[in-house]
């Protein structure tokens, strides 16, 4: 049983059904796990946001402020990417998720993601081409693919980006904290959307005809901040909730994930939200957290240096402060261990070498390279 609750100004109680049954372990708040791994810091920035490798080993990291940067292998060289577009970035807006094509090697295509200046604003999906190097580089050719609508005032931007096996392109944008986006069949917001790299719907879409434009691939979602493929090619998204709630899902196509009718967390107010089993024709999460622990990011494992997190996926988190490591099955996921890092986490990505790096938030947010401990 949960709590007394208000839904479409009915009072009601909500109980545990047989749905229940169908839904994944919640996580609740185990102990940090010895940390398998040496964590050395190898440089600083400003409210860095993602990073990006590059074939070579270099890497592309964005700062909140609007600022990319490409550093050397080692980390210990710099140089500013000019190209980017005035960004906004009061609140939670932000030069936000940085991606390379997959073809990247031969087109040298950088994709990004920003909080576009106006009131009320957008997120935008953007590309250029990267030139030069070291000695001064930019993207030329930068170009809006895709825009996020309607421009709302608000945070829950999300922007993050993936591209399947198949070479689509997937996006995922917040709800704007306005709730009911995630529902309305006219918005894109609170959606993940499929694209081809050029940023114009893929065919096929699941919801197309329904009401939805032709790229929703999923909605009811508040603010995904995470979105991977596993090795396998299945779609795996990290959503931070409200107070509690926050989610572990794996996206498949057209479902609906339920924000704001149902969540695992209550509102911030401290009015209760109608949990998962409760409706059961919602896609309920495969793992989630409360208290929240602020997902930030996701990435999928597939290294050697770490055979044990192959095929996993790791999580930062922000409120949180740790790593997490998911174990993913076909159907399933759950949490198999934490690592405590004493500061909020923004970015964790898998370098070309195998080792892990994360991204602390805020000023001076340190860049830091995991490798096994010997």
């Given amino acids: 049983m949960k709590r007394i609750g208000n839904l479409g100004g009915l009072m009601i109680l909500v109980l545990a059904t047989a749905a229940s049954a169908a839904q994944a372990p919640i996580t609740g708040s185990p102990l940090p796990?010895?940390?398998?791994?040496?964590?050395?810091?190898?440089?600083?920035?400003?409210?860095?946001w993602s990073m990006a490798f590059l074939p070579d080993g270099q890497m592309l990291v964005t700062e909140k402020a609007g600022r990319l940067l490409l550093l050397s292998a080692d980390g210990q060289r710099r140089t500013a990417v000019s190209g980017i577009p005035e960004v906004n970035s009061s609140g939670q807006s932000a030069l936000g998720e940085v991606v390379i094509h997959p073809g990247f090697a031969e087109n040298r295509f950088?994709?990004?993601?920003?909080?576009?200046?106006?009131?009320?604003?957008?997120?935008?999906?953007?590309?250029?081409?990267?030139?030069?190097?070291?000695?001064?580089?930019?993207l030329e050719n930068?170009?809006?693919?895709?825009?996020?609508?309607?421009?709302k005032a608000g945070g829950h931007y999300a922007g993050r980006i993936a591209f399947s096996r198949d070479g689509h392109l997937f996006f995922s944008m917040g709800e704007r904290q306005k709730f009911t986006p995630a529902q309305e069949s006219d918005s894109v917001l609170g959606k993940v959307v499929r694209l081809t790299d050029e940023g114009k719907p893929a065919p096929g879409g699941p919801l197309a005809g329904?009401?939805?434009?032709?790229?929703?691939?999923?909605?009811?979602?508040?603010?995904?901040?995470?979105?991977?493929?596993?090795?396998?090619?299945?779609?795996?998204?990290?959503?931070?909730?409200?107070?509690?709630?926050?989610?572990?899902n794996l996206i498949l196509p057209g479902r609906n994930y339920g924000w704001p009718i149902v969540s695992n967390g209550d509102n911030y107010d401290g009015t209760p939200i109608p949990d998962h089993p409760t409706r059961p024709e919602f896609e309920a999460p495969k793992v989630s957290w409360n208290p929240s622990i602020s997902p930030s990011s996701m990435t999928v494992y597939s290294g050697k240096l770490f055979p044990d997190w192959q095929g996993k996926a790791l999580v930062s988190a922000l409120s949180g402060q740790m790593l997490l490591l998911i174990e993913l099955g076909a159907d399933t996921a759950r949490e198999e261990a934490r690592y405590a890092m004493g500061k909020r986490i923004?970015?964790?990505?898998?370098?070309?070498?195998?080792?892990?790096?994360?991204?602390?938030?805020?000023?001076?947010?340190?860049?830091l390279r995991l490798s096994p401990v010997h």
């Fill in 33 to 48: 796990t010895a940390k398998p791994f040496v964590a050395v810091a190898i440089t600083t920035f400003d409210r860095p």
């Fill in 110 to 138: 950088v994709y990004f993601s920003y909080s576009a200046p106006g009131s009320p604003n957008a997120i935008v999906l953007a590309r250029g081409k990267l030139v030069g190097g070291l000695d001064g580089a930019m």
């Fill in 142 to 151: 930068v170009t809006t693919l895709y825009q996020a609508r309607p421009p």
């Fill in 210 to 248: 329904k009401g939805f434009a032709s790229e929703v691939w999923s909605y009811g979602h508040r603010n995904p901040l995470g979105l991977a493929f596993d090795l396998q090619g299945r779609l795996w998204e990290a959503e931070m909730g409200p107070k509690g709630g926050d989610e572990i």
């Fill in 346 to 367: 923004r970015s964790v990505d898998q370098g070309p070498d195998g080792a892990v790096y994360l991204l602390e938030d805020g000023p001076g947010g340190q860049l």
